[in-house]
Every structure is written in structure tokens, then in C-alpha cells.
T-cell receptor, first 110, second 117 residues
Framework: QQPVQSPQAVILREGEDAVINCSSSKALYSVHWYRQKHGEAPVFLMI?????EQKGHEKISASFNEKKQQSSLYLTASQLSYSGTYFC???????????FGPGTRLSVLP | DAMVIQNPRYQVTQFGKPVTLSCSQTLNHNVMYWYQQKSSQAPKLLFHYYDKDFNNEADTPDNFQSRRPNTSFCFLDIRSPGLGDAAMYLC????????????????FGPGTRLTVL
């Protein structure tokens, strides 16, 4: 079952922060985050495993609340290069069945 | 550098004319995936291989077939492309979840954009 992402789209000015949420109605083992720029392939950002782990990648970090079956991606002091569509992908509690969310389109303006 | 390569990057075909897309990888990953992605949508999994074990998604049309002659190569055949098959086709690889224990990071190729006239 496809996870839900919110918001569907967000527009920021350079330097502003954003949060993208991903939630599932089913118990999850892990959440994967990818970014895709227009006309390019998705690029892996990070995996979060159940256990409430938080990860960071430069100014992009994420958290995973397994009790709520929810993950959030935090983009701090956004840069123009952050523009793209962010997809979460969820893996069920058995560690199988990867499904992409519908995506969140992020536009960072100068 | 280890990578996933797709050829061609752009493919134009005519309605009903068979087309084959190819994917190769130097990551030595056991699992290969084919996704279809239409504009402003998430990638949709068509099928995947655990080594040579073929796994078809339930809603993948019969018009789509796949071959994996060896670990490095995988092909997507569209037997009779329709206008609705115009999309970006993405190939991805990962380590075998049966060995890693869970679904692992997927590494994507650059994609092939298919146009159907």
C-alpha cells in the first residue's frame, strides 16, 4: 500500500527550512528517502530503520517514528540545488515490499 | 566507478512496433528492478529479479516482458507499445534482501525516455 506524503508541493526561498512528511497505515521496518531532479533518475538520500533513528546528511536530516509509522525529512537553510521531487519509500515490517510514495515537489527560489 | 547504465537514453518507436530497452550494472548486485515513471508520478515497479528468479508485479500488463541473461544485464521488452506506454523507464539494482535481511538501497540508472508515435 502506497504511503502518503505531505505536502504535495512546497516553494521556498533560498535559506528557508522545509519539512516533508511520509506516513503509512501499516507497520514499517524502514523508510527510504530519494530525491529526483527533473529528467533524471532518483538519487538515494538515506534509510531510516525502525527504532526511531534520526539521520543527517549535510543540511538534510530525517527522523522515523515507528509507533506512528511516520517519517519526516528536514531540509535546513535550503539551497537552489535542493529543488526536485522528494520520494519516500517504505518497507513493510517483514523487511520486504518496497513502495514509493507519490512524491513532494520542492522548488527553491533565489 | 560502479554504476547502472541504461541504453538508449531516448527511444522513439511507433505504435505497435516492438522495442527493447537495456540495462547493465557494474555493482554486482543480485537484484535488478524495472520501473515505469510517468510525468509527475512516482516510479511504478513493473518487475524485479532476484538473480534469475523473475517476479512480476500483479498489475504489470502482459505487453511488458523482461529478460536477464546474466547478473550484469537486464532487458525490458515492450511487445506492442501503445500511446499509454510513453514514459521514463528506470532500471535499478540492490543487494539481495534475502541475504541482507531487508530491502536495501536501490541504485538507479539514468533512465530511458520512451516516446510512442
Amino acid at each position: 500500500q502506497q504511503p502518503v506524503q505531505s505536502p504535495q508541493a512546497v516553494i521556498l526561498r533560498e535559506g528557508e527550512d522545509a519539512v516533508i512528511n511520509c506516513s503509512s497505515s501499516k507497520a514499517l521496518y524502514s523508510v527510504h528517502w530519494y530525491r529526483q531532479k527533473h529528467g533524471e533518475a532518483p538519487v538515494f538520500l538515506m534509510i531510516l530503520l525502525k527504532g526511531g533513528e534520526q539521520k543527517g546528511h549535510e543540511k538534510i536530516s530525517a527522523s522515523f517514528n515507528e509507533k506512528k509509522q511516520q517519517s519526516s525529512l528536514y531540509l535546513t537553510a535550503s539551497q537552489l540545488s535542493y529543488s526536485g521531487t522528494y520520494f519516500c519509500g517504505t518497507v513493510d515490517n517483514y523487511g520486504q515490499n518496497f513502495v514509493f510514495g507519490p512524491g513532494t515537489r520542492l522548488s527553491v527560489l533565489p | 566507478d560502479a554504476m547502472v547504465i541504461q541504453n538508449p537514453r531516448y527511444q522513439v518507436t511507433q505504435f505497435g512496433k516492438p522495442v527493447t530497452l537495456s540495462c547493465s550494472q557494474t555493482l554486482n548486485h543480485n537484484v535488478m528492478y524495472w520501473y515505469q515513471q510517468k510525468s509527475s508520478q512516482a516510479p511504478k515497479l513493473l518487475f524485479h529479479y532476484y538473480d534469475k528468479d523473475f517476479n512480476n508485479e500483479a498489475d504489470t500488463p502482459d505487453n511488458f516482458q523482461s529478460r536477464r541473461p546474466n547478473t550484469s544485464f537486464c532487458f525490458l521488452d515492450i511487445r506492442s507499445p501503445g500511446l499509454g506506454d510513453a514514459a521514463m523507464y528506470l532500471c535499478a539494482t540492490s543487494r539481495d534482501p534475502r541475504l541482507a535481511g531487508v530491502v536495501d538501497t536501490q541504485y538507479f540508472g539514468p533512465g530511458t525516455r520512451l516516446t510512442v508515435l
